[in-house]
């Protein structure tokens, strides 16, 4: 299967915002739990945020309320919208949706966050 497909990245100040969306053939995102992580240079990958099939969300501390995962159904997307953004927000960010038979990555997307 076709890896996921992240975008919307691109550079920006501190205290911006910035919307990644995650794609993909042959998924229904409606029916898995699509996560989003990170990882910046030199460091694990951490989980950001989570939406299950039910919508229920969830978010690491270090990000709620600036960020938000929600998901398109018409257009079978998952959104991440990203305010308030830190210098430490800079990583790479994946898209990963699960399911009973789905388990899926996407290659990742980066952007700086910086002056």
């Known amino acids: 299967q076709a890896p996921l497909v992240e975008s919307g990245g691109g550079w920006v100040q501190p205290g911006g915002s910035l919307r990644l969306s995650c794609g993909g053939s042959e998924i229904r995102f409606d029916s898995c739990t699509t996560y989003w992580y990170r990882q910046a240079p030199g460091k694990q990958r951490e989980l950001v945020a989570a939406?299950?099939?039910?919508?229920?969300?969830d978010y690491r501390d270090s990000v709620k309320g600036r960020f938000s995962i929600s998901r398109d159904d018409t257009m079978n997307l998952v959104n991440l919208q990203m305010d308030r953004l830190k210098a430490e927000d800079t990583a790479t960010y994946y898209c990963?949706?699960?399911?009973?038979?789905?388990?899926?990555w996407g290659q990742g997307i980066q952007f700086p966050v910086s002056s």
């Open positions: 939406i299950r099939s039910s919508g229920r969300t």
């Open positions: 990963h949706a699960r399911a009973k038979v789905v388990d899926r």
